[in-house]
Each structure stands twice: as structure tokens, then as C-alpha cells.
């Protein structure tokens, strides 16, 4: 078809394809751009109103100030007055679970992809069972079952929960991204007399980095979205979390919204901040196998 | 080997979980004399629960038990409530605003709840009638209706109202009438007028026709009551489906509520609002009025003498359509003992201290009359509570504790508790809006309250 | 990335070997590691899936639950809804990840500074967010018919969540505004697992563009995109936060799904077991999805 353009004919036209192109593309981001912000600029627009200015329709908050914020990050308001502990806390079970989703998930992926022994798939399909009855539904059987392990109002209930809903697609990513890696590796550090232990250590561990980050991310992400098992399996002032202060806010007569939104857009930005610093791991480490298929 | 292994090490993390789950006596808490377990509804002011620790300090000196106490919202309560019962794992006290609605009854109904009659019986004289009728419950093991909550507050709808909007749209707070459709009709020009003055999208009746919260139940129920209905449930427990009065009732509730919506006289979202949803419409000047079952919004907005003492103008419920005095709804919140509990002679001694009503006047002061008292002489003895200068609290007062008040359905039978809780009027009220007959809405949603009742036969 | 690379250029002859090297040579020590690295995760599904797992389904085992339930009038409703939330929110979500994979992975600085923005959805706490969009969307008072009355001058908005069909697409669009962003970085790591070298013989055949989406992309991401729909899919059945929190289930209890009726039965009627038999009576979709889901993973190991 080229052929029978001109050059100079061919020049102008991919010219105005690209600008097309072009155009296209920023349009889309445009939109994309105003998709995603929308409801999160009505999140920081409410955050940035003054006390007594929640209540006004307007598209801006008309006296923009950071009063809100300050009153959150200095406990100056009843609902937030011990917004650091909650935090520390949500931090505790954040990091916690994700630690943990870690181990067990590139220990077992480990003895699935690399000891590989005989029906070590059993165990991969049966982490899939944990998925037949969604996790919401467990919240009455969870409440019992931590009460008899003698986990009542402890932070650890919640963190065995996370581990228990993040594990199967850990273990399901580390499995397909480890199986992209050389077991030559392996068999040169067993020749070097590494028992498997000092392979996973020194061998596994560093390979899977990316997808680690990846799980890690995810984890950590799971657990900071909690709000049913923390509520339910926590109860003591020590143990509060901010999804839980959170709550108070939306049964409260004052409607101090702002303060809401405020606690919120502050108690978004730690994983926000640990996906920007990790981001170059995403994407390499969330490959799957599953392409190839 | 590799075989045998497996089976070993299934055996072994088998063998593991069982003794984690065997272990359970060891762990769990031993009955003891010496702690008291409480899970409490948070409070809405911090200086409620400032003074609720206060009081939980001053018990704990008296008394040498130490109380755990863990302050708890509303909604997530619930859950909380819900699962203990469920498992048997409880706490020795438990009190939650909202759980006076289903979670008493049903939990009274399946005898899972302490008997409490002898802490009731120490304030006899002082509670209010419909306070002790409200917490007398059956418990159909024992075929038995007792005290199983012992009442400390309570909460009765009324009706805050823009004074400047209504004067805007050219009327005078002393021309809106005081009966019960006249009432509500008041409204729909003071709309007209407003939008004619350009007030964009005011809406002239705030109230709340969803299937959230508990909002459109509260104002549904005294509809009915003062349309004559109050005979759906009588205090035996039995539903009265066939009553022609009660049908009667039920069609002019529909129609109240559902044709000044499709008129436009109440905004659209109403059909899906929480129960905070109201509360924000009328702040942000988006309705002249709504129904309401506390003071909160008066309340909420205290540190603006204008809007409190001024601009925003408590109604108690009119009166119905021949004049008379509405008998108002009382919801009675109680705190309750589930059976389980380790140490129920704690509990009933915290809640006999509570209810002194020296005790119990201190606490409830501090939450700014958002709660009515539930004894009459903590009003009489007190002048906070009439104070001539606090017009809001004074007309909630003069209503819910001095005028005629009477008990929710759901104290005679769980079953009326999950007819509210589903929602049964608000799907009949949607149905009349989408153009069904309110007669035949009303048949409707009778015969599914007739289904639910038949799974609570009291006789 | 630089792990990666070493993956793509693993050789598969030297891979074979390995294999039967582990096979043959896994002695007394080895399983015994194996045993003991297994053990964690063993413990953790003994004690926390097959025990509260199994008390669930003691909790709604009664018949007599499934006579009440189908006897709530609102529950073929929530059947219908929550049908169409799979068939629709998550494949319009998952198709929609696909493309914009494609468009996050041009080349250009704004490109991956628009991809940062576009992943906070994700990253921002779930509450807080759908409360946000539930407000945005009040048809009187809410900023977008705000946005439409100042900006264009429309006088009365959509009444966003006041029908049911409207309500319910508006619960499916915030999750689709929730949950695309996370299917999109995995579709872009799937995309970037694709050797350049079949792009670039692709190129050379004269495959680009849409072309090239069709015959080469799609084909080599088919089996990722599957177990995505899969995972989506059950995740979803068990999502209650995207309703609970955008419409309450309303209006008229008409926009429930079977996760917020469960949660209803459950907590608000106060019938636990109920509430259980509602995700119960979803198990006849939920299993085979699960098998499925096993049988497509073991399928994509066979073939690496």
C-alpha cells in the first residue's frame, strides 16, 4: 500500500498520524487524570475547610486552611486524641503481615518451585480453598477462633487474619516468578555443599526481591484497607487502630468532616509513599508465568 | 519417604492446631471476682464519657473491682454484640445505643441473657412507667417475661426547624399548626416560596424514607401511632395483621410519607440516607425541618449561640389529626448482662451504682440532654433540665420525660424488632412511590410481618 | 529489573538438567527441609482456614436457613445484582486494565508520572474514599451535579442514587475506579514479560497497532487475563464495601449484593446463621471458580 504514496506524500501523513497519536494520548490522559482525582480531590477539598465551613456547597473550600490537618497531627480533637498509638498500631499490623505473608509465602513457594517435592502442588491448590468462603463471612467463626487461641483484643488476631487472606496469592505469585528463575543457580551452590536452607537464605531470597516488593505491597495494602476485623477482634482503647477512629467519625453528631477527611488523606499517604519508593519492582515483580500459557 | 513425611508432618501441625484448641480452659479467662469485663457504647461528647469514667472510678474505689472497660461506636458495637452471643464468648457487662432495638429482645427471647430484676427493683419508684415496661422482655425457654435490661436513658423523636427560612418564605413560627397533617403540609409552600426566592433546591420536609439506620423507622412508627395504629402489636406479643384500624393506619402512613415525595416536597436522596445524612441536609440549610430522635442537631452545633439559641427551633411531634396529644415513643436504651459472664455479681453491682439517681443525673448532664433521664425526679430535682433560657432542651424534656410516652413494638415481640430492622414500611413506602395502591403496599408488607411473627409465637 | 533479564535469558536445556538433578538426588536432609519450610504455612491453614472454615459451615448447615432465605423477597434481587456485578464491574474492570496496561507502557516522562497518580485509588484507604464518592454523587448538594449546575449549567443533575439500575452502575463504577488500577500494574507486568524479540518479528510481519494487540499481545496474555478474571471474580463475591458504603444497599434494599445481605442477615437482623447460608447458597458459583482457578494455574506450570 505505501508504495503508492509519495515520500513527501508518506512524510505528511505519518507526520499527522503522530500528531494524532499524540493527541489521542493526551486526551486520555486527561481523562484519566480527572477519573482518578475526582473523588480524591473531594477528599482534600473537604480536609482543607475550616470548622465551621463543612456544611457549604461550594466546588472550593472558600477559607483553605491546614488547620485540620494540624488538629489531627496534634491530637487536638477528642476522636483523634490518641491518632499516633492508632497509627503505631496500624503501622504494627501493616508491617507485621506483611513480614509474615513474606516468610511463609517464599518458604513454601520455595519447597514448591525449588525442593519441589511430590504432591507440593496439593498444598498451593489447597491455599486456594481459602478463597471458596470470602473473607467478610469468616468475621463470626474468626471471633470464636481467636478467643480460643487466646488472642481476645490482641493485635496479633488481626495480623493472622491478613497472613491467612494474603498467603494463597502470595504463595501463587512466588511460585510463577520463581519459576523464571534458573534452578542452575541452585545447582551450583549444592555443589558448593549449600544445604537448602543456605540456598533459599543466600540464593532465593535475593532473586524473588521484586516479587517480594510486589507481595509486600499487596499485603501491606490488604491490611491497611481492614476495618470489619479490626473493629471485631479488637476492643481496648490500646489496641485501636485509625480505620477504627475512623468509624467513631461517622457516628458522631458534630460531623466535624473535615477532621474526617484530614485523618484520612494523612493515613493514606504511608503506603502511598511505600509504593513510590518501590515502584521500579512492581511491574517486573508481579510477572506471572501465566504469559507463556 | 518423601511420602511418609508428608503424612508425618499433616499429623504433626494436626496434632499442633488440636492442643492450641485443647489448651482453650487454660486461656480463656477464669471466672473471677476481681475484674469486670465491659464493652460500652461510646458516647457522643467527650465530656459524657469524661464523666462516665469519672463514675467508673469512683465505683471501682467503692467496690475493689477493676473494670476493663472498652469504649466502643455504635455500629461496630453491634457486630461486637452479635458475635459474643453468638459464640458464647462474652464480656460480664454490655451496653450499645442501638442494640435496645433487636439485639435485647432476640437475645431475651433465646435466654441468653442474665435476669436483672433485683438490680431493676432498688430504683423501682423512681423509673418512669415506660422505662420499666421497656425492659421487660419474654424468654421463651422459660415461657417468662422479666427484666433483662436495666434502663438508664432514653430518646423520643422531635423536630428541628429553620426559624429563618420559614420567615424568609413569608410565614411566622406562631402560623404552623399543630396537628399532624396540617403540620406536615405546612411545609410544602414554605418549599414554593423559598425556590421562588431563589433558594436553589431547599427542600420543605427533611425526613428520611431509606433503608438505613434507624431514622426511617422512628419516624414511620410515630406516624403510625398517631394515625390510631397503635394496636399493630399489643403488649401480649401478637401481630393484629386483620385489624381494620390498623390497616387504616398503615395506609395513611404510606401515603403521608410517599406522595409529598413524588410531589418533589422532600429530597430525592432521602430514599438513601444514614442516619447522619439528615443531619447534614439540615445544617447545610438543605431542608426547612426534619424529624429526628435526639436533639443532636440542636446540639451538635451548641457553640453557635445564633443558630442554638435562635435560628433553629425545636418542635416536640404535633398532635394528631383530632387534637390530641400524641403518645410519644420512648426508646429506652438498657445495659445488659449476657449469660457467660464471669462475673455477674460486678455487673449488677456497677449497674446498681449507676442508677442511683444522683449518679445517673451527673453522667447523663454531661451529654447535653442528647439523652433524656429516665426518672422523673432527676428533672424535678435538677434546673438544668427546664431551664426556661435553653428552649431545645426544655421542649425534648417537657415531650419525652413530662408528657405522655409509651413503649416500642419490638419490647412485646422480637418479631416487630426484625420487621423494623428489614425494612418491611420503607419497601412498602417505595412501592407507593413507584405507583402501587397504598392498600395494596399495606396487605403487602402485612404479610410479611405476618411470615416474621410466625417464627415468634408467644402463647 | 535486572533479575528479570537474568530470567529471560535462562536457557531451558540447563533447566532440564537441573530438574532431573533435584529428582533424583532429594535425599533425607532435603525432605526434611522441605517438611520443616512447610510447616508455617501448614500450621497457619489448619488454624485459621480449615477450623473457622469449617465452624462457618457448621453455622449454616440447618435447611431450614435456606427456606428462610429464599423466602426473603429481597433476595432474588440481590441473586440478579450480584450476577450482574461479576458479569459486568469486573470484566468492564479487567478489559478496561488490559488497555490502559497497553497505554502505561508508552514511552514519555508524563506517561509514568500520570501512572503514579492513576495507582492511588488503590493505595488510598477504602472507607474514607467510597464515603467521599458517596457524597460527590447526592443529587441535590453533591459536587458533581455541583460541577454540572456551575460548570454547564444543568439545573437538576441525575438523581445518581436514588434508581435502582442508575444506583447500582454508580456502585459499579467506583469499584471499577477502586480496583482497575491494581489489575493494570499486574496486565503491565504481563506485558512486559513478553519477549521484544516476538514484538519485533511481529512488526516485521506487519503487525502493529490494533493488529498487533489481536494477533500477538491478546493471544500471549490470554491465560494471565483468565486467571485474573478468575481471582477478580471470587475476590468480588466477597467485596461488601464497594455497596455498603456507595448505596447502603438502597434504595428500597434494591442495589444488595450477596456479601452486604449476608453481612445484613448477619449483623443487623442478628440471625448469624442466615447470614451464613446467604454466602452459602453463592458456594454452587464459588467452587467451580476455585477449581477452575486450580486447574488454570496447575496448567500454566506445566507449560513453563
Known amino acids: ?293 | 519417604m518423601t511420602k511418609v513425611g508428608r503424612r508425618t508432618l499433616l499429623a504433626g501441625t494436626a496434632g499442633l492446631a488440636a492442643a492450641a484448641v485443647l489448651a482453650r480452659p487454660n486461656i480463656a479467662r477464669a471466672a473471677d471476682s476481681k475484674t469486670l469485663e465491659v464493652w460500652w457504647n461510646q458516647g457522643f461528647y467527650p465530656a459524657e464519657d469524661a464523666a462516665f469514667h469519672a463514675l467508673v472510678a469512683e465505683w471501682e474505689k467503692s467496690s475493689g473491682i477493676k473494670m476493663n472497660l472498652s469504649m466502643v461506636t455504635g455500629a461496630a458495637l453491634d457486630q461486637k454484640v452479635v458475635s459474643a452471643l453468638t459464640t458464647g464468648t462474652v464480656p460480664d457487662l454490655i451496653y450499645s445505643d442501638d442494640g435496645t432495638a433487636l439485639t435485647l429482645p432476640q437475645a431475651a427471647w433465646n435466654s441468653k441473657l442474665v435476669d436483672v430484676s433485683d438490680v431493676v427493683e432498688t430504683q423501682k419508684n423512681e423509673y418512669s412507667e415506660t422505662a420499666l415496661r421497656s425492659s421487660q422482655y419474654f424468654d421463651n425457654v422459660t415461657k417468662k417475661r422479666s427484666y433483662f435490661g436495666v434502663p438508664f436513658k432514653a430518646q423520643a423523636l422531635n423536630i428541628p426547624m429553620w426559624r429563618p427560612l420559614i420567615e424568609m418564605a413569608g410565614y411566622q413560627m406562631s402560623d404552623i399548626p399543630n396537628t399532624w397533617d396540617k403540620f406536615f403540609a405546612f411545609f410544602e409552600p414554605v418549599q414554593d416560596k423559598l425556590r421562588k426566592k431563589g433558594q436553589r433546591h431547599v427542600y420543605g420536609l427533611g425526613y428520611t424514607i431509606s433503608t438505613n439506620g434507624a431514622d426511617p423507622n422512628n419516624l414511620f412508627n410515630q406516624s403510625l401511632i398517631a394515625y390510631g395504629g397503635a394496636g399493630i402489636v399489643t403488649p401480649d406479643g401478637k401481630l393484629h395483621a386483620d385489624d381494620a384500624k390498623v390497616h387504616k393506619a398503615l395506609v395513611d402512613t404510606l401515603n403521608m410519607l410517599a406522595i409529598p415525595y413524588v410531589k418533589g416536597y422532600v429530597p430525592p436522596s432521602a430514599v438513601n440516607w444514614g442516619d447522619g445524612d439528615n443531619n447534614s441536609a439540615f445544617h447545610s440549610k438543605g431542608v426547612v425541618m426534619t424529624p429526628n430522635d435526639t436533639i443532636s442537631i440542636s446540639t451538635a452545633v451548641m457553640d453557635n449561640k445564633q443558630w442554638y439559641y435562635h435560628d433553629i427551633v425545636t418542635q416536640p411531634m404535633p398532635h394528631d389529626n383530632n387534637g390530641k396529644p400524641v403518645d410519644v415513643m420512648l426508646s429506652v436504651p438498657q445495659g445488659f448482662i449476657p449469660k457467660g459472664a464471669k462475673n455477674i455479681d460486678g455487673a449488677k453491682d456497677f449497674l446498681r451504682y449507676l442508677i442511683q439517681p444522683k449518679n445517673l443525673g451527673n453522667y447523663l448532664k454531661q451529654a447535653r440532654a442528647r439523652w433524656l433521664p429516665v426518672m422523673p425526679s432527676i428533672v424535678k430535682d435538677d434546673p438544668y433540665w427546664t431551664n426556661p433560657k435553653d428552649p431545645t432542651i426544655l421542649a425534648a424534656i417537657t415531650q419525652g420525660v413530662l408528657g405522655p410516652t409509651t413503649v416500642w413494638p419490638s419490647v412485646y415481640n422480637p418479631a416487630y424488632a426484625q420487621v423494623d430492622a428489614e425494612y418491611i414500611w420503607q419497601v412498602a413506602i417505595a412501592d407507593v412511590i413507584h405507583g402501587m395502591k397504598a392498600d395494596d403496599a399495606a396487605t403487602k408488607a402485612l404479610k410479611q410481618a405476618t411470615a416474621i411473627f410466625a417464627k415468634y409465637q408467644t402463647a | 529489573m535486572a533479575d528479570h533479564s537474568v530470567a529471560a535469558a535462562a536457557d531451558a536445556a540447563p533447566r532440564r538438567r537441573a530438574r532431573s538433578f533435584w529428582r533424583g538426588g532429594l535425599q533425607g536432609s532435603d525432605s526434611v527441609w522441605a517438611l520443616a519450610f512447610l510447616v508455617p504455612y501448614i500450621a497457619v491453614f489448619l488454624l485459621f482456614v480449615v477450623y473457622p472454615v469449617g465452624y462457618g459451615l457448621w453455622l449454616g448447615h440447618n435447611p431450614a436457613l435456606y427456606v428462610e432465605l429464599f423466602a426473603d423477597p429481597i433476595y432474588l434481587k440481590t441473586l440478579v445484582n450480584t450476577v450482574v456485578f461479576l458479569a459486568i464491574a469486573v470484566n468492564l474492570h479487567l478489559f478496561l486494565a488490559l488497555l490502559l496496561s497497553g497505554y502505561f507502557l508508552q514511552k514519555g516522562p508524563w506517561v509514568k508520572a500520570l501512572l503514579l497518580v492513576f495507582i492511588l485509588p488503590w493505595a488510598a484507604p477504602a472507607i474514607p474514599t467510597f464515603l467521599s464518592i458517596h457524597w460527590m454523587l447526592n443529587g441535590e448538594w453533591g459536587l458533581i451535579n455541583n460541577i454540572l449546575y456551575h460548570v454547564f449549567g444543568v439545573e437538576n443533575g441525575p438523581p445518581w442514587l436514588t434508581e435502582r439500575w442508575l444506583t447500582f452502575s454508580m456502585v459499579m463504577v467506583s469499584y471499577i475506579w477502586k480496583w482497575t488500577p491494581f489489575w493494570t500494574v499486574i496486565l503491565m507486568a504481563g506485558r512486559t514479560a513478553i519477549p521484544q524479540d516476538v514484538i519485533e518479528a511481529a512488526e516485521v510481519d506487519g503487525a502493529v497497532g490494533v493488529r498487533r494487540f489481536v494477533y500477538i499481545t491478546f493471544p500471549l496474555l490470554a491465560n494471565l487475563y483468565l486467571i485474573c478474571t478468575l481471582l477478580s471474580t471470587i475476590w468480588t463475591l466477597g467485596d461488601f464495601n464497594t455497596v455498603f458504603f456507595i448505596s447502603g444497599g438502597g434504595p428500597a434494599l434494591s442495589t444488595n449484593v450477596l456479601a452486604t445481605l449476608g453481612i445484613r442477615d448477619a449483623f443487623l437482623i442478628g440471625q448469624p446463621d442466615l447470614g451464613m447460608a446467604a454466602v452459602m447458597s453463592a458456594l454452587p458459583l464459588l467452587i467451580p471458580l476455585v477449581i477452575l482457578l486450580m486447574r488454570r494455574l496447575a496448567q500454566s506450570r506445566v507449560q513453563l
Not at chain 1, 463543612?54 to 497531627?73: E, Q, R, Y
Not at chain 1, 487461641?149 to 520463581?178: C, K, M, Q, R, S
Not at chain 1, 533459599?200 to 510486589?214: G, N
Open chain 1, 1 to 293: 500500500m505505501s508504495a503508492t504514496f509519495t515520500p513527501t506524500n508518506a512524510t505528511r501523513r505519518r507526520k499527522r498520524r503522530r500528531r494524532l497519536y499524540i493527541t489521542g494520548q493526551a486526551l486520555i490522559g486527561l481523562v484519566l487524570l480527572i477519573w482518578t482525582l475526582l473523588p480524591l480531590y473531594n477528599m482534600v477539598e473537604v480536609a482543607l475547610r475550616a470548622n465551621g465551613e463543612v456544611f457549604s456547597d461550594s466546588l472550593f473550600p472558600p477559607h483553605p486552611t491546614l488547620m485540620g490537618f494540624w488538629t489531627v497531627l496534634t491530637e487536638n480533637y477528642w476522636y483523634v486524641e490518641h491518632f499516633w498509638r492508632e497509627m503505631g498500631n496500624s503501622l504494627y499490623i501493616g508491617v507485621a503481615t506483611t513480614v509474615l505473608t513474606l516468610l511463609i509465602g517464599t518458604m513454601t513457594s520455595y519447597v514448591i518451585g525449588r525442593l519441589r517435592i511430590k504432591g507440593a502442588w496439593m498444598v498451593s491448590n489447597a491455599a486456594l480453598l481459602t478463597y471458596v468462603i470470602p473473607m467478610s463471612f469468616l468475621a463470626i467463626p474468626f471471633y470464636r477462633v481467636m478467643q480460643n487461641y487466646g488472642l481476645g483484643d490482641n493485635l496479633w488476631a488481626v495480623i493472622l487474619v491478613e497472613v491467612t487472606f494474603a498467603t494463597p496469592y502470595a504463595i501463587f505469585i512466588f511460585t510463577e516468578y520463581g519459576a523464571a528463575l534458573p534452578l542452575a543457580l541452585d545447582e551450583a551452590a549444592r555443589v558448593d555443599g549449600c544445604s537448602p536452607f543456605g540456598i533459599y537464605w543466600r540464593i532465593y531470597l535475593p532473586l524473588m526481591a521484586p516479587a517480594m516488593v510486589a507481595v509486600g505491597v499487596y499485603s501491606l495494602l490488604l491490611a491497611w484497607n481492614e476495618y470489619l476485623y479490626l473493629i471485631l477482634l479488637l476492643s481496648s482503647e490500646k489496641n485501636m487502630t485509625v480505620p477504627v477512629a475512623l468509624g467513631k467519625f461517622l457516628n458522631s453528631d458534630e460531623a466535624p468532616w473535615n477532621l474526617m477527611m484530614a485523618t484520612a488523606v494523612i493515613y493514606a499517604l504511608p503506603p502511598i509513599a511505600i509504593y513510590y519508593a518501590f515502584r521500579r519492582y512492581m511491574t517486573s515483580g508481579l510477572t506471572m508465568g501465566g504469559v507463556k500459557g
